[in-house]
Each structure stands twice: as structure tokens, then as C-alpha cells.
């Protein structure tokens, strides 16, 4: 295995937990190694840092999936770590384990590899150039601990493209159905795994459910930004009187209603429309309202206009909570801080003229493990808002 030897001081964010070593602070760098090859890192005083893959193209060099020095990412070590992930997930999970995210990159150790797994299918995202050379291997593992109908591959993430990879959608192994069937939660629901978003369900979201169990009851809920509508359709669960789906997506809200009439339920709407124009322009009060939308900040330098965004759209969130509902407000923007969020939140309820109590905090589910000492790998952020 090639050493790479880190500058003077670069060992600290590593020594502490985080994963990520960038291509200034390696003082031998090559960039004539071969994309996804196995590394091992060092200090500067030549002291194993940990093990790696290396990738010429970005601005991560290395992502370490070891502590100690000369671990390969072979086969063997692929296999043993999606065991263990998958493990861990039955023991969380139990049954429930069959729908759920199996791999969550970092966090299971696997840099660059997140698999979800519906039932008997698996959706798999090859994020890195380390495991995108690994590919092949990841698949056998795959196939052998869980013998799917099928594994797709959703390699179309713009992440591909920093590490000079190709964005693509195929079939890995088997056959994949244009949509996919699979309980959760007590749910049955479909998800489109060809042209959903990321790897065409977000199971991160499966505990914050909950957050609707003392509050759904006879409620008249909105479930904006409603993607598949799994908000609306637990509020449903929960004895909602009423949904309202909403999302810009036709496509999105078909899936919402398919899921909904899977169910039995009959008491929902399906409105198209621009969230943020829908809040503003509909006079519409309701007992419970959802904000669950996309990433508002892609980087660092978005994280501002991020903000300014969260205010606006809590803002008008707000003002459509009848007094004495509530709001369940999300944001899934890894480099805005739960800090900065709910300030961005107090902000919105000062400028609406509702006063409001958090009494609920969510984070990402067990399946979605991250690493204390790696900010990067916690992105999920849940307040559960009574609206006074």
C-alpha cells in the first residue's frame, strides 16, 4: 500500500473521529496513484493515522475507513462491514430491518457507499471513486448476505462528478421493477427507485414519525414538500380527520395518493403548487403543518441565502397553524447547524407574530449513524413547534 504522510498539524481532525483528509494536507501527494487505490496515512513523524482510498480528483484525497494502518479494502473487509452494518440494523430494527438503510457511507465505515433496502430489492449509491473501483465486489457481498430480485444502482448523485465519475442509473444484479413495494412503519408504500429522489426513499425521517402520534388525532394536517407523502400518511395512521399533500412534483404527488389509497385512506387532496407561494397565498389554517423541503444549502457559501430561505418559508409555515396547532419544521442541509436552524425558526415565529414552544427535537434514524467527531455525517434536524 502506498504511505501518504500528512503535513504537520493536519492529524488532529483525524485523530479525533473524521474521515476526510484533503489534498492540502498531504505532503507527498501523487496524483499519478490510481484512482480508488488503497492508502495508508501517517503524521508527520511517520505514526499510522489510519487506512484509506485515495482519489486524485478531489478535494478529499483520502477517506479513511480504518484507525490503523495497511487494512485493505478488499473484499473481505467489504464483506465483514456490511455484515456488521446489517447487523446492527436487525438488532435495531428487528423485522422492520427489511426496510430500512442498510450502508450510510461514514458511518458504517464504508465511505462512499449507501444502500437502502426495500424488501427483497436493493437500491445501492456509489459515491467515491475508492468504491466505485469496488464495485463488483460490493454488489457480490450484496447479493450473498441478502439474495435480492434485484440491486439498482442510482450513480446519478452530482457528487460522482467531483470525484471525476460518470453519472449513470443501471441495473446491478437482477431485475429492478419501475416501482418497488415494501412495509414500514405498519405502511404499505411504493417508492420509484429509477427516478425518485436519491436512492428513491428517505428512511431517516422513519423515528420523526412519531413526533405525530399525540398530536395527528382528528387533526386537519398539511404535508408540504410532500415527496411520497410519508408525514401525511403517518398523520393518517395517527387519526388524522384531513391530509392535504402538496408538492410541486405531479409525479411526486401521484405516488403521494398511491401510497394513500394503498392504505385505505380516502380522507386526503393532492395539491400542485410551489410550496413557499402556496403558504403565502393560501388562507387556509390548519392544525398540524409539515415543512419537510430539499437541501436549501448544497455548501458552505449557500449557507446565508439558507437561511434567509428557513426564515421565510417557517415564516409562512406559521401563519397557517391555527392557534393552539402545531409545526413540524425540517432541514436536511448538512452544513446548516441545528444552532443555526433554530434560530433561523425563533426568527420566522418573531416576524409571523406567533409565539411558539419546541416540545419535540428529531434527528436522522439508527440506520443513519454519525460519527460525533464528523459534523458532516449529522444532517438531519427535526423541531416539533407548539404554536400558541
Given at each position: 500500500?502506498?504511505?501518504?504522510?500528512?503535513?504537520?498539524?493536519?492529524?488532529?481532525?483525524?485523530?479525533?473521529?473524521?474521515?476526510?483528509?484533503?489534498?492540502n494536507?498531504?505532503?507527498?501527494?501523487d496524483?499519478?496513484?490510481?484512482p480508488?487505490?488503497?492508502?495508508?496515512v501517517?503524521?508527520?513523524?511517520g505514526?499510522?493515522?489510519?487506512?484509506?482510498?485515495?482519489?486524485?480528483?478531489?478535494?478529499?484525497?483520502?477517506?479513511?475507513?480504518?484507525?490503523?494502518?495497511?487494512?485493505?479494502?478488499?473484499?473481505?473487509?467489504?464483506?465483514?462491514?456490511?455484515?456488521?452494518?446489517?447487523?446492527?440494523?436487525?438488532?435495531?430494527?428487528?423485522?422492520e430491518?427489511?426496510?430500512?438503510?442498510?450502508?450510510?457511507?461514514?458511518?458504517?465505515?464504508l465511505?462512499?457507499?449507501?444502500a437502502?433496502?426495500?424488501?427483497?430489492?436493493?437500491?445501492?449509491?456509489?459515491?467515491?471513486?475508492?468504491?466505485?473501483?469496488?464495485?463488483?465486489?460490493?454488489?457480490?457481498?450484496?447479493?450473498?448476505?441478502?439474495?435480492?430480485?434485484?440491486?439498482?444502482?442510482?450513480?446519478?448523485?452530482?457528487?460522482?462528478?467531483?470525484?471525476?465519475?460518470?453519472?449513470?442509473?443501471?441495473v446491478?444484479?437482477?431485475?429492478?421493477?419501475?416501482?418497488?413495494?415494501f412495509?414500514?412503519?405498519?405502511?404499505?408504500?411504493?417508492?420509484?427507485?429509477?427516478g425518485?429522489?436519491?436512492?428513491?426513499?428517505?428512511?431517516?425521517?422513519?423515528?420523526?414519525?412519531?413526533?405525530?402520534?399525540?398530536?395527528?388525532?382528528?387533526a386537519?394536517?398539511?404535508?408540504?414538500?410532500?415527496?411520497?407523502?410519508?408525514?401525511?400518511?403517518?398523520?393518517?395512521?395517527?387519526?388524522?380527520?384531513?391530509?392535504?399533500?402538496?408538492?410541486?412534483s405531479?409525479?411526486?404527488?401521484?405516488?403521494?395518493?398511491k401510497?394513500?389509497?394503498?392504505?385505505?385512506?380516502?380522507?386526503?387532496?393532492?395539491?400542485?403548487?410551489?410550496?413557499?407561494?402556496?403558504?403565502r397565498?393560501?388562507?387556509?389554517?390548519?392544525?398540524?403543518?409539515?415543512?419537510?423541503?430539499?437541501?436549501?444549502?448544497?455548501?458552505?457559501?449557500?449557507?446565508?441565502?439558507?437561511?434567509?430561505?428557513?426564515?421565510?418559508?417557517?415564516?409562512?409555515?406559521?401563519?397557517?397553524?391555527?392557534?393552539?396547532?402545531y409545526?413540524?419544521?425540517c432541514?436536511?442541509?448538512?452544513?446548516?447547524?441545528?444552532?443555526?436552524?433554530?434560530?433561523?425558526?425563533a426568527l420566522?415565529?418573531?416576524?409571523?407574530?406567533?409565539?411558539?414552544?419546541v416540545?419535540?427535537?428529531?434527528?436522522?434514524?439508527?440506520?443513519?449513524?454519525?460519527?460525533?467527531?464528523?459534523?458532516?455525517?449529522?444532517?438531519?434536524?427535526?423541531?416539533?413547534?407548539?404554536?400558541?
Amino acid at each position: 500500500m502506498k504511505v501518504l504522510k500528512l503535513r504537520r498539524g493536519a492529524e488532529r481532525r483525524t485523530s479525533r473521529g473524521h474521515a476526510w483528509i484533503f489534498s492540502n494536507e498531504i505532503e507527498n501527494f501523487d496524483s499519478t496513484l490510481e484512482p480508488g487505490s488503497d492508502v495508508t496515512v501517517v503524521d508527520y513523524q511517520g505514526k499510522p493515522v489510519g487506512s484509506g482510498t485515495f482519489s486524485p480528483k478531489s478535494l478529499i484525497s483520502v477517506r479513511l475507513h480504518s484507525k490503523k494502518g495497511n487494512v485493505p479494502l478488499d473484499e473481505g473487509e467489504l464483506f465483514s462491514r456490511i455484515k456488521r452494518a446489517a447487523d446492527f440494523r436487525s438488532e435495531w430494527y428487528g423485522e422492520e430491518a427489511k426496510s430500512a438503510r442498510l450502508v450510510f457511507a461514514e458511518g458504517d465505515g464504508l465511505p462512499g457507499l449507501v444502500a437502502d433496502r426495500f424488501e427483497d430489492t436493493l437500491s445501492v449509491q456509489i459515491l467515491t471513486a475508492g468504491m466505485e473501483k469496488r464495485t463488483e465486489a460490493v454488489l457480490d457481498a450484496l447479493q450473498s448476505l441478502f439474495s435480492p430480485k434485484g440491486i439498482l444502482l442510482r450513480n446519478d448523485s452530482a457528487v460522482r462528478e467531483l470525484e471525476g465519475l460518470a453519472r449513470e442509473v443501471k441495473v446491478g444484479r437482477g431485475e429492478v421493477g419501475e416501482l418497488v413495494s415494501f412495509t414500514l412503519g405498519g405502511l404499505k408504500l411504493f417508492a420509484d427507485l429509477y427516478g425518485g429522489q436519491k436512492t428513491g426513499f428517505f428512511f431517516d425521517q422513519r423515528e420523526n414519525y412519531r413526533l405525530l402520534e399525540r398530536i395527528a388525532g382528528g387533526a386537519k394536517v398539511l404535508d408540504a414538500f410532500c415527496y411520497s407523502g410519508s408525514w401525511g400518511l403517518n398523520a393518517l395512521k395517527y387519526g388524522a380527520k384531513e391530509v392535504s399533500f402538496a408538492d410541486i412534483s405531479a409525479g411526486a404527488l401521484d405516488l403521494a395518493a398511491k401510497n394513500a389509497e394503498a392504505n385505505g385512506f380516502a380522507n386526503f387532496e393532492c395539491i400542485k403548487a410551489d410550496v413557499l407561494e402556496l403558504l403565502r397565498e393560501e388562507e387556509t389554517r390548519y392544525d398540524v403543518v409539515v415543512l419537510d423541503p430539499p437541501a436549501y444549502a448544497k455548501n458552505k457559501k449557500s449557507v446565508p441565502a439558507a437561511l434567509r430561505g428557513y426564515l421565510n418559508l417557517n415564516k409562512w409555515g406559521l401563519r397557517r397553524v391555527k392557534p393552539g396547532g402545531y409545526l413540524v419544521t425540517c432541514s436536511c442541509s448538512l452544513n446548516v447547524s441545528p444552532d443555526e436552524f433554530t434560530e433561523a425558526v425563533a426568527l420566522a415565529a418573531s416576524e409571523a407574530g406567533r409565539e411558539v414552544r419546541v416540545i419535540g427535537v428529531g434527528r436522522q434514524a439508527a440506520d443513519h449513524p454519525w460519527i460525533p467527531a464528523m459534523a458532516e455525517t449529522m444532517y438531519l434536524k427535526v423541531l416539533l413547534l407548539k404554536v400558541l
